[in-house]
């Protein structure tokens, strides 16, 4: 089989397409045959060894997927069986033409919902779902701002937050981006600069500060963010975009009462495994029930990742970049 291999840590430029030969699954595995592969930004970091996970070398990048099982290791049984189709969910592994995986981390795609909506779906709006339900308990009427609205998590929370009845301001680096985030849902959107987005915030909710800010950008928008919560207000930390992590000034969290909230959906998948699957049966079922659009920005082949990684890398994506083995 081919697979984009990770030997030696670095750049796009620093992978390779190997021929390994097709792996067999073990006991409470099954074989998956991957259709497509989707990428994220962490991508990014993980093949430079800038990401929390660090694996061995060698490794194939991309950590979600969608294929259809041909075989199940000894001790493998239902609810999956040979054929069906099925969502990969892991911290990394999935840009190859196979995979054995653990039973765990499989989820059957439902008729109604594409192989390339599913591929896409588990990490984002993954994320976006156990942050916002599970962290934030983001309740209808309540105000949310999603900084870097139009890339990938940015906007299945743009999604998500319609979806439990919030009212959602967008933020992104132009009109374009913003226009992509009200095709999703939206109710306002704000092109966005550290200096302007705490006062924008606040005037956009007549004073009072939005109730919840999910941030995967941080650097030098997230303070002035925090800034911009109202009391007992939410901020969720996703991820790092703009390459620099803050530093939160903590007398704000206590004189306003701030929730300051970790995301970290790949923890959270090993350690509630039951609620991590919940959520990925009621994400599929909302995209089946045409609820949730799963936005692709493109599918590459997989000789093509260096192109599919720049776009991610410079931050151009508007929805999930996918390979095809």
């Known amino acids: 089989m081919k697979a984009l291999l990770c030997t030696r840590l670095g750049g796009p430029e620093d992978l390779s397409i190997e021929t ?3 792996p067999v699954p073990g ?4 074989l998956v045959r991957v259709s497509v592969a989707g990428l994220n930004f962490f991508d990014t970091l993980i093949i430079a060894g800038k990401y929390q996970v660090k694996p061995e070398l060698p490794f194939s990048p991309g950590g979600e997927a969608c294929g259809v099982v041909e075989a199940l290791g000894p001790g493998s049984s239902a609810p999956l069986a040979v054929g069906d189709r099925v969502i990969v969910h892991q911290k990394f592994g999935t840009c190859r033409e ?3 995986v653990g039973l765990r981390h499989l989820t059957p795609v439902p008729e109604g919902v594409s192989d390339e909506q599913a591929a896409g779906l588990t990490i984002t709006y993954g994320t976006s779902l156990h942050a916002l ?3 934030a308990r983001l309740q209808p009427g309540e105000t949310l701002a999603v ?3 139009s890339g990938g998590v940015g906007l299945a929370a743009v999604e998500l937050g319609r979806a439990l009845g919030a009212r959602v301001i967008a933020c992104a680096s132009s009109e ?3 226009a992509v985030a009200r095709r999703h849902g939206a109710d306002e959107g704000l092109v966005y600069s550290p200096d302007t987005l705490k006062d924008a915030l606040r005037g956009m909710t007549g004073g009072r500060g939005v109730d919840v800010v999910y941030d995967a950008v941080g650097g030098d928008f997230a303070e002035p963010a925090l800034r911009a919560l109202a009391w007992k207000g939410r901020f969720l930390v996703v991820g790092f975009a703009a390459g620099e992590i803050p530093r939160l000034p903590l007398n704000l969290v206590l004189l306003k009462g701030i929730d300051v909230q970790g995301v970290h959906w790949g923890v959270f998948l090993e350690q509630e495994p039951e609620a991590h699957q919940a959520n990925q049966r009621q994400l599929l079922a909302w995209v089946a029930e045409g609820r949730l ?5 493109g599918v590459y082949p997989l000789e093509d990742y260096a192109a599919a990684l720049g776009i991610l890398k410079r931050r151009e994506a508007v929805g999930k970049v996918l390979l095809r083995p």
């Open 27 to 30: 006991p409470g595995e099954a």
């Open 176 to 178: 374009e981006k913003l």
């Open 293 to 297: 659009t799963a936005q692709v920005h």
């Open 147 to 149: 900084l870097g609205a």
């Open 98 to 100: 196979r995979l054995a």
């Open 20 to 22: 390994l030969p097709d």
């Open 133 to 135: 339900r599970d962290r």
